[in-house]
């Protein structure tokens, strides 16, 4: 008698998926600077992705905060994709120390207009809003163009930190949600005594904010979702919650060793796997490959 044949599943990786531009260019940055030989020092974490810091750990590049640069050998420090406040800049140089910055371009030119916007509202007594998530090394660096003089508002909770009587300019922090801008734009119009005060720039990035459609999308259209990110990764926190939103069968998973075979039997007929902005596109493969293993072995 032949034995019954396994049911076929399709496994897909999300093509849009994994790094985005400023974090990909960061980490090339890095390897290409690893790769002439010595240890290279980033200040704070390059990804919020444990396997890719683990890898790059590896290679040569370590991780400081600004108060223990003291304790790198390295003559060179890497500024990560995030950008960082000008007094990071100040202190580097004061030590004596080389800057690769690998300031992701869409955060330096927001950067530049934060800080030519500061200059000019502060002639009429204005004030600049930054929605975002306090204490993000990007709304640091943001903050810091400002002399960390703007208001970093993250929900209605926060309005009562904005003058009401103040003419206002609003930038977000570039990974928050489009939707989210837009109820902290209605949110403010509310509180502002005029609304005409108010002056809003869309600096949300479009690779960015374009995967929250694209995701609700790619989780409808799969029976089982793996999404892949670190833990640390607020982006990947996010995204993962918009899979299940569509998809109740999503799974977060940070490594390949966190897979359930349970998830995979009986076997879906397809599954589909994506990930953070932070997610290598090899981690993505690493757990295809692992799902691919399972679903050929004898599942309990």
């Known amino acids: 008698m032949n034995a019954e044949r396994k049911p076929t599943t399709t496994i897909v990786i999300d093509a849009k998926s994994g790094f985005c531009f400023g974090v990909s260019k960061a980490i090339k940055t890095a390897e290409a600077h690893l790769q002439k030989g010595g ?3 980033s200040l704070g974490d390059i990804v919020h992705n444990e396997e890719e810091i683990k890898r790059l750990r590896e290679k040569g590049l370590h991780s ?4 223990d640069l003291s304790t790198s050998n390295s003559p060179k420090v890497l500024f990560r994709a995030h950008g960082e406040p000008p007094s ?3 202190t580097i140089k004061a030590a004596g120390k080389e800057i690769i910055d690998a300031t992701c371009p869409v955060v330096l030119k927001l950067q530049q207009r934060i800080f ?3 200059q000019e509202i502060k002639m009429v007594k204005g004030q600049i809003v930054i929605y975002g998530k306090k204490n993000h090394a990007e709304v640091i660096g943001l903050s810091g163009q400002t002399n960390n003089e703007a208001i970093v508002v993250q929900s209605s909770a926060d309005l ?5 009587s103040k003419k206002t300019i609003l930038f977000a922090q570039t990974t928050m949600s489009q939707s989210g ?3 902290m734009e209605g949110w403010l119009r509310a509180h502002l005594h005029n609304p005409q005060d108010l002056t809003v720039h869309k600096t949300i990035c479009a690779q960015v904010g374009n995967r929250v459609p694209h995701l609700k999308e790619f989780a409808k259209q799969y029976q089982v979702i793996i999404f892949v990110g670190g833990r640390k990764s607020s982006n990947g926190k996010v995204l993962y919650e918009v899979c299940r939103s569509v998809n109740p069968h999503s799974h977060f998973v940070s490594g390949i060793e966190e897979i359930q075979p349970s998830w995979l039997n009986p076997a879906p007929a397809s599954i589909g796997i994506c990930g953070a902005t932070s997610t290598p596109q090899w981690l993505m493969e690493h757990v295809a490959e692992k799902v691919h293993s399972l679903l050929s072995q004898d599942l309990p």
């Not at 400081?64 to 108060?67: A, D, P, R, T």
């Not at 009562?160 to 009401?164: F, G």
């Open 160 to 164: 009562h930190l904005v003058d009401a």
């Open 181 to 183: 801008l837009e109820e």
């Open 64 to 67: 400081v905060g600004l108060s």
């Open 39 to 41: 240890e290279l020092t």
């Open 88 to 90: 990071s800049y100040e």
């Open 116 to 118: 030519k916007a500061w």
